[in-house]
């Protein structure tokens, strides 16, 4: 695989030469970005796949909506519907895409919405519901949209710097497009990271003179579905952990240093389900020689899963900044959006 993709290499000179192009036709104002007069918070990332922005979002959703009302607009990625959508009680998964329908089954008190044009779904968005700010999931390359505030999430063991553009590395830009960025959060850390790793990783980054956070995901102590258990429970029951996420690695390092015993079936990002895998699942389950037994997922997942599996449950992961740097963040998010609403 990794001489395939030197292989492709000259395609990813073109790519850059491409991406280059078109961020400077935006940057000088050829090309046109619309501004809006409420705070768009836009989360982000230069390189594909699982970054951390879904618990990202949620941490912003659970700081300022006490006090704010929120709004999260995302093109939900392999949706069946086009066009805008305003979310409610009835959407499924496949219509709306599972990170946009756990945002709203989560926090209720937000609204939620998908389009895959930013600039129309942001209009549309204020016009319907009012809200007094609106982050965007996933838009840090959608520059039609001049955001008033950047947040990009680089992975700790796998940061923008060390990469290259598609299709040779993950990037979808350049590593110069982190100079539009506000704030640098270096996310999926270990919770023990010294702070002499974290200076070596500010020193790879400080050539974009940004603030650099450091995060790590932290799971839940209750899994749940219609009932609920508690984490350390797990190694009572035989376990069938599914997962179509980016990168399941820590939750299966998870599981296992809680001493769980469980069988993985692992799928790719944002996975549909067809019937016949649904079935090969039931089947697997009805394999497992327990009694006390039970089907495991993401949070992401469970929203694809819970109408067709039974015994399904999911463990919440939540953001959490290393030492204090939470109260630095938040500081720079509400000083941000206080001079924004004056």
Do not use: W
């Amino acid at each position: 695989m990794k001489f395939v993709r030197f292989l492709l290499f000259p395609l990813a000179i073109l790519y850059d030469v491409v991406t280059t192009i078109r961020n400077f036709l935006f940057d000088t104002s050829y090309f046109k970005s619309t501004s809006f007069p409420i705070p768009i918070i836009v989360v982000g990332n230069l390189s594909v796949g699982g970054t951390g922005k879904t618990p990202q979002i949620e941490y912003l959703i659970r700081i300022l909506k006490k006090e704010l009302k929120v709004a999260v607009l995302s093109r939900g990625y392999k949706r069946k519907t086009k066009g805008f959508v305003l979310l409610d009680k009835t959407h499924k998964a496949l219509e709306v895409g599972d990170e946009p329908l756990q945002y709203f089954k989560k926090f209720e008190q937000i609204a939620v919405a998908v389009d895959a044009n930013r600039v129309e779904g942001i209009q549309i968005l204020i016009k319907k519901t009012a809200p007094e700010i609106i982050l965007l999931d996933d838009a840090y390359q959608h520059r039609k949209v001049k955001g008033s505030f950047y947040i990009l999430l680089t992975k700790f063991d796998d940061l923008f710097t060390d990469d290259f553009l598609l299709p040779t590395g993950n990037l979808r830009e350049s590593s110069t497009g982190a100079k539009r960025t506000d704030v640098i959060v270096v996310t999926k850390c270990p919770e023990d990271l010294s702070n002499k790793q974290q200076e070596a990783i500010k020193l790879k980054l400080k050539k974009f003179d940004k603030s650099i956070f450091f995060t790590t995901i932290s799971y839940g102590n209750i899994v749940s579905s219609d009932k609920k258990i508690k984490v350390h429970e797990l190694k009572n029951y035989n376990v069938l952990l599914i997962t179509g996420i980016a990168n399941p690695v820590p939750l299966v390092h998870f599981l296992e240093q809680k001493k769980v015993n469980f069988k993985h079936l692992e799928y790719a990002d944002h996975h549909h389900f067809s019937s016949s895998e649904i079935q090969q699942i039931k089947q697997e389950f009805n394999d497992l020689k327990s009694q006390n037994k039970m089907i495991l997922t993401t949070e992401k997942d469970y929203t694809r899963l819970e109408s067709v599996l039974d015994s399904l449950f999911y463990i919440e992961i939540e953001t959490c900044f290393l030492g204090n740097q939470n109260i630095d963040f938040n500081c720079l998010i509400k000083n941000h959006i206080q001079k924004i609403r004056g």
